[in-house]
């Protein structure tokens, strides 16, 4: 008797699994045997709005990412209570759109001498010699399709606080996304700002 109540249950797993596998395949975007690379899972040079997987698409639609790992664990708290700024070390943010991210010779300018027997200082070193910059992975970017352009510079002229976006750096260590910037984020500040709602403010 329990085999026989175990078998409709295993058809309907059997039944689940297959047309989940059928959903997978139509969530790919069809193959093009012109162009192999597609095969690989390479960019294919056919433009397509299309996602790989479903996942893909949930991911990119929740704004889902992992944590970025850094190379090195930069104490943003040590150095603001020095008495830095963050333009001194972010330097193009006041000439620009980007915020440029420290390059290793930056950082030895007074690491020479300042805690250069500290272990992740010696990291810092190490990369100088070898003639590799620090590959710090950012924090804070936007999807490629939800098409935004950021500027810092009119966002600093309008006397904007770094932690109005990025968060209070003062009790951060390594940099973390402490606000979810997205687009309710952004209409918000504008609004209660003044500023620009059209959407070619900030989409292209």
């Known amino acids: 008797m329990r085999a026989s109540k175990g078998r409709p249950l295993l058809f309907i797993t059997i039944a689940g699994c297959v047309f989940a596998w059928a959903l997978r395949d139509a969530a790919l975007p069809p193959t093009d045997r012109r162009f192999p690379s597609q095969e690989q899972g390479?960019?294919?040079?056919?433009?397509t709005p299309a996602h790989r997987t479903a996942l893909d698409a949930v991911r990119e639609f929740f704004d889902l990412r992992p944590a970025p790992v850094q190379p090195i664990a930069f104490p943003h708290n040590v150095h603001l209570s020095r008495g830095m700024r963050c333009t001194d070390c972010h330097t193009s943010v006041e000439q620009g759109p980007v915020a440029s991210i420290p390059?290793?010779?930056l950082c030895m300018m007074c690491h020479q001498v300042i805690a250069a027997d500290r272990r992740e200082i010696?990291?810092?070193?190490?990369y100088l010699s070898r003639g590799e910059d620090i590959p710090w992975q950012r924090v804070y970017s936007y999807?490629?399709?939800?098409?935004?352009?950021?500027n810092h510079r009119p966002h600093l002229r309008a006397g904007i606080n770094c932690k109005a976006c990025h968060g209070d750096m003062t009790r951060q260590t390594t940099a973390v996304r402490a606000i979810n910037v997205n687009m309710g984020f952004c209409l918000n500040c504008h609004k209660l700002k003044k500023a620009s709602t059209d959407c070619t403010t900030c989409h292209y």
Do not use: D, L
Not at 143 to 150: G, Q, R
């Open 42 to 47: 390479q960019p294919s040079p056919v433009f």
């Open 122 to 126: 010696k990291k810092v070193a190490a």
């Open 103 to 105: 390059g290793v010779r």
């Open 143 to 150: 999807n490629p399709s939800a098409h935004v352009v950021f």
